[in-house]
């Protein structure tokens, strides 16, 4: 089986995360999303438990794509599923900075698991989850970045965070 992994934080995952997870299901036979258990950003808001659940709910018909939580170098989880490849999204060129150099570590580390780069749509090349959330938190129309019922997660998380639940 041609088995890819697509990982990211997703804080929360927006429809330009969709869209790569969509492509990417095309591209193998399966596609494992992977959300870690412990970020190096800031803390999100959504719990691992939360992102896992949600992102499954996106792909309800999609038996190619599954999600779940790792805790370690990527490039072992990679392995532990039995994938040979890393799917990426890139949105601009500073993306690409950040990225390039991930490639050179994982190379490094494990040189037979390939990264595979898909372009955001030109219409999404904007769509950052720190950014949406910002919107979200002022108050801002965040349908158009999201799907719905992440859309609708994510303002009860903020109204619960705003009355300190």
Known sequence: MNRAVFAGTFDPFTNGHKDIALRGAKLFDELVIFVPLQSGKKTPLFTPEERI????????????ISVQAFDGLLVDEVRKVGAKHIVRGLRATSDFEFEFNMVQFNTELAPDIETVFLMSRADQLHYASSSIKEI????????????????????CKLIAKRFGH
């Open 53 to 64: 659940a949600l992102i499954e709910d996106t792909f309800p018909d999609m038996a190619n």
């Open 136 to 155: 979200a938190i002022h108050g801002g129309d965040v349908s158009r970045y999201l799907p719905a019922h992440i859309e609708e997660a994510l303002e």
